[in-house]
């Protein structure tokens, strides 16, 4: 097989991560330049941080395949019926991963 | 509608929550296209294609089952699945730096393992694409990557895991993991009653794909994801 070029080495929480496991955190509704992997039915709504990850490339610049900003990234657990207002059990959640950058406090 | 299968995709018995789309998509055709430029360009053969291709489809869930049987029996190697999933896949055998080194392109090296309990059920998806623990469960089946799996259980998920035949009263809190990123997730069942005393092999044997999706639950006698295909009541008169 021909030599190909590891990615970028996945690399452990560094600590500088801005939140922590239980932190309540909202989903920034930004504008989608060119590529995302923030999913619209998470957008503005208020979750709790589950867990922190990994840092990597954050995915807007990987997708353009160059050397991109390094992000932690989190688990964050939503009740289902924050996503969806009509939702009929009160036990479900969800959890899906965010990069830093898509996520702010939220005091609520 | 008839579904086709390919030969070999070992499809038969297999049950789709979807209708199958039957021709080809535009990210096929990209794939292909960008395949047929890399070849040209020299960037691997044909054969490494080939190779790769055999590779990835021969891996299927086994490691996941033994994954799953270990952690019922060892609650040592349960606590260590829980603190590093990747590491603790080496003990049986399963490498997540295969077969490059740095794994394959999409299968990064971030596992977590989801622990059900009696009151809390996972269940896995990728609404973006179809992300999935490939060394431990291998390729996905193909009712996982279509839309219409995708793009519902998140939004319904008692609803579609009640087309499985899966069940849960309210109290069970289902909990469904969108692996949207570079985690991949697997989820680890509920040990069945009348499994006391069984040994690992005779536990991995119940663990089948679907249990570890989440749309299944394992128990004795059940060995297989078995979906029996709905005859049509009224069939197209030729
Ligand atoms: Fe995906």
Known sequence: ?108 | MSHTHNPGDGGAGERHAAPMVEEITDFEVLEIAVRELAIEHGLFTAEDHRRFTEWAESVGPAAGSRLVAKAWIDPAFKARVMEDAVKACKEIGIDWAEPTGFGTPSDYMNLRVLEDTPTLHHVIVCTLCSCYPRPLLGMSPEWYRTTNYRRRLVRWPREVLAEFGLVLPPEVEIRVEDSNQKCRFMVLPVRPEGTENWTEKRLAEIVTRDCMIGVALPRPGRTADVHPVQKAGRPVQR
Not at chain 1, 36 to 45: C, D, E, K, M, P
Not at chain 1, 46 to 67: K, L
């Open chain 1, 1 to 108: 097989m021909p030599k190909s070029k590891p990615p970028e080495k996945a690399q452990k929480s560094s600590g500088k991560a801005r939140f922590k496991p239980g932190d309540r955190v909202r989903v920034k509704d930004l504008p989608n330049l060119f590529y995302s992997r923030t999913q619209i039915y998470v957008r503005g709504v208020v979750g709790t941080i589950a867990a922190c990850t990994y840092q990597d490339i954050i995915p807007e610049d990987e997708a353009f395949n160059r050397d991109g900003r390094l992000e932690q990234y989190y688990i964050v657990r939503f009740r289902q019926k924050d996503l969806w207002p009509e939702y009929p059990f009160e036990n479900d959640t969800l959890q899906t991963e965010s990069p830093e950058r898509w996520l702010e406090p939220a005091n609520n």
